[in-house]
């Protein structure tokens, strides 16, 4: 313990303290008081228990009082519904100097051990939420109780950029073993920290007894009694230190490899301690989780990770730029204009989440039946997988109908459009929406590309219409770009801001321009790959170059997945608004026109090459690229299309692009979206003169 | 099927016998700031007591409760909301298990178990859960009332008859044979008894750890009365305020404080106990309520015993064991001076009473049942036994059970 309380509090003056209160109270069945350390940081759940310096100095010293009463057992609990879930983010944050990265820790270590070193027997009863460092914690001690009703277990660590680093990485696979501690560490954290189950939990053998959450605490302590006294002797698993060790870390390899392509040390290091942990030696397993821990919190790429936890969980519920939200209509009836793939996606979302009447109109009855039949054919299936009751399924089936006559839409509140990609079509559509829906109903489309304004120019009210820009699959992905016409009023952008937060997307306001912000980096960054296959760099070497970068997907194959027609069309609507910097490919344009749906194929085996067709229409030059090259240009491109994108205005701060690239095309969390990248790299320097975001906000602040 | 009219032999009872199973109670807490449940909720106690029913009872398959009857004095708040339903959705009891809240002040849990012992005997019912909760911190007696401006303006009550204290003051002017020296010297008793009971195991087993929880101190465990006042003396009780009146007798020594708590109990048509494999500790033999004037409501068990006396024909004599509820020791020594018993008989609340434990109001009714049920297994002696309590707005309660354990007067 190498803290005192003052330099705790210098340390991280602002910390929100998790106090530590040891109680010493009588259990039935014990001779001795039990000493019951309560965790609480005196606000309610909404501020969940965290760990900084200080309260780690107050769980230190409640230890002390508790060994000190020579107790029957020591118990560790939380406050109603939380337990803690780790360290406190915005503490480690703020860190800028090395000595203190490895204070803490260091300190983490010290106190959490006295948990699991104790003479006297320790029990972590988990009454609520668990995350990072309060799993270490629970870990730390002899035995665990897990309350029924918790919401959030898991190791988010990986996720973050960071690995469990108060010995979860050497904890967990010693009592539960390593391919499921693996699992637990590496494989949900970087499934979009995926939480695991009160069940699964259990069944893992994270936790020795599960209770009710009504007496949770009453039974945990009754089952403590019955521990100390001998009567119930909680099982341990044999743990496989040979092969199965060798299995698992190998697995472990493959998806950190898989998803990060290397370029998280935080994953890469939670594998490394996770080998280590073999040898089951606390010592050596914890120092290296110190040593490690205090290098990447000291590490840009730590904090990029941090910058895009603090994006997603606070900026994303505060959109930049949306007008006051008590400006907002309610939204009580819902049309849709299109019966198609889109249109139909687009109902089931509206129909779940608001729950209001949805009518699809199209041009003919066979494509509106099919439209309302696939709806219902989708609700039909969450019935099946019992995601909604017999109830809930008929409630929803009869809020979706459809209609041929478009004065079906008369008392409709929200209109959204999903007709074909061309601006006179739409005009068209929302000048004849107009002769039958109210002067205040919302015109929304979900255009990936095209003009709002131009859109708005020739009705009667062109302040009600919003852009309304979904990502596919329209269910998963979270982003929503809002977009403002240059007419567009406050009230209706205010309730397309409420109808999005009702949607549970994420909304980021966006400027009227040319294919907005996902859409229009993706294929600048896509645009400037195909030029260099132009030139004459092989397939393979131009898509694999930007593998550091950790995407999801690479160039092509996102390309592929998108559609090249639909990636042809976006290109051309930049092309012809920015005609220097958006090139439109004429192999693209030949290999579209050749049905061609992508240039990879892949054998028998999961091994892609490029498709021979695809090689034979593709007319390339002499130049070829190196993947540096390739991956240089690209970059390039991107961060100047960025810096160009926050001069229009086109979203507030190169914050909200990392945003929109985070939960809009699935890009790393880990790397802070991409500008966090482009400054540290230095490209950003070399191509702009001056970087995205000032120091501190996505990297280690000056000391 | 009706069962047939008055008066009823002793041996001759409902349609159904009613057996009581099993009672139990939370650790009774002092009301107020500094009370070991200031931060827990009545509904949390309750539940707390009924999921310790199930659980000491796995032989019960949950779905088979028929009803659920909660007591509650003020039913708002934690303790509203149709708490014998909400009760039984909190303790993980089957949706399709129905439940209820009853109140009749101080008898609440009383009249719960008389109503579904009721239902249980008609024939409704085969399986029911009676109890009741007071959490008088949350809730102190008189919150949110609104007398109707009848009562006094038509002189329907005497207008002390809504202050509690103020009707034990009555009763001493009633019967000036029952002293301050005597309530003293009673309540002095009952604390002793209690002690001893706690200190033997008799007080206990029936108790339900409860989870506390103080924003100060972090989380705790209720595992025994706050109430009591071991080794308190008739001279120190002289000592104490009179706050109802200059110079009267009633003070915080000789009456039941103001407390939190709850009770719960499982009630079965006796033939379905023996089915399940339920125990049976009593057979409810008869019950009754009367009225008297609000103003000396504590005289309320007298006459609802001597009524209850002439519907089952039995009388003072047959009763080997009392569980009176002990509101204020004067209303203790009226009933026991009526029927001849003197202040120290041993039948009389043998474990000591409310004064030492505590009455949180609605919930006493069953921890004088779970009383009775324990010491009738220790007495196969013993044939009858009676529970009984004054209740606010002038009435009393009276309940005899059977003891299935008697072997015969030895």
């Known amino acids: ?703 | 099927m009706a069962a047939p009219a008055t008066p009823l032999a002793p041996t001759a009872r409902g349609v159904r016998n009613v057996a009581f199973v099993e009672g139990v109670r939370t650790p009774f807490g002092k009301a107020g700031d500094k009370g070991m449940y200031a931060g827990t909720r009545a509904d949390d106690l309750v539940v707390n007591a009924i999921r310790e029913l199930l659980r000491r009872h796995p032989e019960l398959p949950p779905e088979r409760v028929d009803e659920v009857a909660i007591a509650a004095t003020t039913q708002t708040g934690d303790q509203g909301l149709t708490i014998g339903r909400t009760a039984a959705l909190l303790a993980g009891l089957p949706k399709s298990v129905p439940g209820f809240a009853i109140d009749r002040m101080c008898a609440g849990a009383m009249t719960a178990v008389t109503t579904a012992a009721s239902g249980i005997g008609f024939g409704a019912y085969d399986i029911a859960i009676a109890g009741g909760v007071e959490h008088m911190g949350r809730h102190p007696m008189g919150e949110g009332v609104d007398p109707n401006p009848r009562i006094i303006a038509d002189k329907l009550v005497d207008p002390t008859a809504l202050v509690m204290g103020q009707t034990a003051e009555n009763l001493h002017d009633r019967f000036p044979a029952i002293t301050k020296q005597r309530t003293d010297a009673y309540a002095a008793r009952s604390q002793e008894r209690y002690a001893e009971a706690v200190k033997t195991g008799k007080i206990g087993p029936e108790l339900v750890p409860v989870a506390t929880r103080s924003a100060e101190l972090g989380w705790g465990l209720a595992t025994e009365d706050e109430p009591p006042r071991p080794g308190t003396t008739v001279e120190q009780l002289a000592n104490l305020k009179t706050p109802f009146r200059p110079f009267g007798r009633i003070t915080a020594g000789n009456a039941a404080g103001l407390n939190d708590g709850a009770t719960a109990s499982i009630l079965a048509d006796e033939e379905t106990a023996r089915e399940l494999g339920l125990p049976v500790a009593m057979r409810l033999v008869g019950y009754s309520f009367a009225g008297v004037e609000p103003e000396v409501m504590g005289i309320g068990p007298v006459p609802a015993t001597e009524k209850l006396f002439k519907r089952t024909g039995l009388s003072i004599d047959d009763i080997g064991l009392f569980e009176i509820n002990e509101a204020f020791a004067v209303q203790v020594l009226a009933f026991l001076d009526h029927f001849g018993i003197d202040d120290e008989d041993p039948r009389v609340n043998q474990w000591g009473g409310a004064i030492a434990c505590g009455h949180p109001l609605a919930s006493s009714g069953v921890r004088l049942m779970t009383q009775l049920a324990r010491q009738f297994a220790e007495r196969p002696d013993v044939r009858y036994g009676m529970t009984t309590m004054c209740i606010g707005i002038g009435m009393g309660g009276t309940v005899i059970w059977e003891n299935p354990a008697f072997e015969g007067a030895k």
């Open chain 1, 1 to 703: 313990m190498t803290f005192t309380a003052e330099a705790a509090k210098a340390a991280f003056p602002d910390e929100v303290v998790t106090h530590a209160k040891t109680r010493l109270i009588k259990v039935p069945g014990l001779t001795k008081k039990v000493a019951l350390i309560t965790l609480d940081n005196g606000h309610d759940h909404t501020r969940p228990n965290t760990f900084g310096p200080q309260g780690l100095v107050s769980l230190n010293a409640a230890l002390d009082e508790a060994f000190a009463a020579e107790p029957a057992a020591i118990a560790v609990t939380g406050k109603p519904f939380i337990f803690a879930v780790g360290a406190d983010l915005s503490g480690v944050e703020a860190v800028s100097d090395p000595e203190l990265a490895r204070e803490i820790a260091q300190t983490g270590h010290d106190v959490f051990r006295r948990l699991t070193e104790s003479s006297i027997p320790t029990f972590g009863f988990v009454n609520g939420a668990v995350m990072g460092g309060g799993l270490e914690l629970a870990l730390s001690c002899h035995y665990r109780t897990l309350s029924e009703n918790t919401a959030a277990i898991a190791f988010p660590e990986v996720f973050l950029g960071l690995f469990p680093g108060w010995g979860g990485t050497q904890l967990l696979p010693n009592l539960i073993g390593a391919d499921a501690a693996v699992t637990v560490i590496i494989e949900n954290a970087l499934a979009q920290n995926k939480m695991l189950t009160v069940k699964q939990t259990a069944e893992l053998g994270i936790v020795d007894a599960v209770f009710g959450s009504a007496d949770y605490l009453e039974q945990s302590l009754l089952w403590l009694a019955r521990v100390v006294n001998g009567e119930i002797k909680p099982e341990r698993r044999e743990i496989d230190r040979g092969s199965a060790w060798d299995a698992a870390i190998a697995r472990a390899k493959s998806i950190v490899d898989g998803r990060t392509h290397g370029a998280s040390p935080g994953a890469t290091k939670a594998v490394e301690l996770l080998e280590l942990a073999r040898e089951n030696d606390l010592d050596r397993g914890y120092a290296a989780e110190t040593d490690g821990l205090a290098e990447l919190l000291m590490s840009d790429v730590l904090r990029a990770g941090l910058y895009s936890f603090n994006l997603v969980n606070k900026r994303a519920k505060r959109p930049a730029g949306a007008p006051d939200k008590s400006l907002a209509r309610k939204v009580n009836k819902v049309g849709i204009v299109g019966a198609g793939l889109m249109a139909s996606q687009l109902a089931l979302l509206f129909v779940r989440r608001l729950k209001v009447p949805v009518v699809l109109t199209d041009v003919d009855q066979e494509r509106v039946d099919k439209g309302v039949g696939s709806v219902h054919a989708e609700i039909d299936k969450l019935l099946a997988k019992k995601r909604l009751s017999p109830d809930a399924a008929n409630r929803l089936k009869a809020l979706v109908t459809g209609s041929l006559d478009k004065a079906a839409f008369s008392d409709a509140d929200f209109v959204i459009e999903a007709v074909f990609e061309e601006l006179g079509v739409k005009q068209q559509v929302f000048a004849e929406l107009e002769q039958h829906v109210k002067p205040e109903a919302i015109l929304a489309t979900n255009t990936s590309s095209l003009s709002i304004t131009a859109m708005a120019s020739k009705l009667q009210h062109p302040e009600r219409v919003v852009g309304f820009h979904f990502f596919n699959p329209v269910a998963v992905l979270p982003l929503l770009e809002i977009v403002r016409g240059e007419q567009t009023d406050d009230a209706s952008l205010a309730t397309a801001f409420s109808v999005g937060k009702q949607l549970k997307k994420s909304s980021v306001l966006v400027k009227d321009a040319s294919a907005f912000v996902v859409n229009r980096l993706l294929l600048r960054f896509l645009g400037e790959v195909l030029v260099t296959v132009d030139e004459g760099t092989p397939f393979d070497v131009a898509d694999k170059a930007l593998e550091p970068l950790g995407l999801p997907m690479t160039p092509l194959t996102l390309m592929q997945l998108v559609g090249p027609a639909i990636a042809l069309h976006v290109g051309e609507t930049l092309h012809e608004s920015f005609p220097d910097r958006f090139t439109v490919s004429e192999n693209l344009a030949k290999f579209v026109k050749a049905g061609k749906k992508g240039v990879w194929i892949w054998d028998a085996r999961g091994n892609a090459s490029a498709d021979p067709e695809v090689v034979e229409l593709w007319t390339q030059g002499d130049r070829p690229s190196t993947s540096e090259q390739v991956r240089d240009r690209a970059l390039s491109a991107i961060a100047e299309e960025i810096r160009i994108m926050l001069d229009e205005g086109v979203v507030a701060e190169a914050q909200d692009i990392d945003l929109c690239l985070i939960l809009g095309a699935g890009w790393p969390f880990w790397n802070g979206g991409i500008t966090p990248y482009l400054d540290r790299s230095g490209v950003s320097e070399r191509v702009n003169g001056k970087p995205f975001l000032a120091p501190g906000v996505a990297s280690v602040p000056a000391s």
